[in-house]
């Protein structure tokens, strides 16, 4: 993927998302965490990795007035495609994002 492949618009999203995996990690497990990014011709995944084997969920409907409880749809709302997958050590929530510009051709790639 060329720099000038990515969508302008694309640094917020991957913001969003980073902190989003990172902060639910250090606030639901006790251990360290690992982030790593991975691109691809056309798409960014953002991996977390920690030492929790709890599972986490996409909650729908929480109420406006709870403390937290949305990041993982709004994540899911805005495109991302998550993965949750259970290792020996704990687990891994991945989310990748397409980056590439859209034109009426299709994706520039």
């Known amino acids: 993927m060329a720099a000038e492949d990515v969508s302008p618009g ?9 902190s989003e995996l990172v902060t639910n990690t ?3 497990t006790s251990g360290a965490c690992t982030l ?6 056309t798409t960014l995944g953002i991996t977390v990795a920690d030492t ?4 986490p969920r996409i909650r ?9 409880g ?18 020996p050590w704990g687990k891994t929530v991945r989310a990748t994002l ?7 051709y299709g994706l520039i790639n």
């Open 10 to 18: 694309s640094a917020p999203d991957v913001l969003l998302v980073v």
């Open 26 to 28: 250090l606030r639901h």
């Open 36 to 41: 790593m990014l991975t691109a691809h011709a």
């Open 52 to 55: 929790s084997t709890q599972l």
């Open 60 to 68: 729908a409907g929480s109420a406006a007035n709870e403390d937290g």
């Open 70 to 87: 949305r990041g993982l749809a709004l994540l899911h709302d805005m495109g991302a495609r998550l993965t949750v997958t259970p290792t």
């Open 98 to 104: 397409d980056l590439c510009r859209e034109t009426p």
